[in-house]
């Protein structure tokens, strides 16, 4: 096949738009030792499909049987490793909570970092900034990540 309607075909492929014919007809292609070099990125891709096709996964009669006695979907370990779970959150929320009703605030949280407003303000703006910059680079780059795939 030629460039250009393997180039239409992976198009389709990544569209998830081609028939199984055309599937065929690609891995046919990559799995042939004249790969055009402009497309020789894809072909490791097709050999691994290849590869896992051929696996069998064969399971003898004694690992095909359920262990253990199955209550609907969950058996007893499952069960009691729920309860267990339960019961020492239960536990623990006891142990770590005071008693009283009134939780005291740490030193930390009482006082403010900034005595001027508009400071704390502009400390959080200029965060805010910069975690967007960062995710916006981030973007641009998968963008243009993607766009150098689909070529």
């Known amino acids: 096949m030629d460039y250009l309607s393997i180039k239409k075909i992976l198009e389709r492929y990544w569209e998830g738009n081609t028939s199984l014919e055309e599937e065929q007809q690609l891995k046919e292609y990559f799995n042939q030792e004249d790969v055009d070099p402009q497309l020789q990125r894809y072909k490791p891709l ?3 499909l290849k590869v896992e096709q051929t696996v069998e ?3 003898s009669e004694e690992q095909l049987k359920p262990k253990g006695h199955i209550i609907g979907f ?3 370990k499952r069960w009691t490793a729920v309860a267990a779970s339960v019961a020492i959150l239960a536990l623990a929320s006891f142990w770590l909570y005071p008693k009283g009703g009134d939780i005291e605030m740490p030193s930390y949280a009482k006082e403010d970092t900034y005595s001027d407003p508009n400071q704390a303000y502009d400390e959080v703006k200029a965060a805010l900034l910069l975690v967007s910059n960062k995710l916006n680079k981030g973007v641009e780059t998968t963008k243009n990540e993607l766009r150098d795939l689909r070529k």
């Open 74 to 76: 969950w058996s007893w």
């Open 57 to 59: 996964i064969s399971l």
């Open 46 to 48: 097709f050999e691994y």
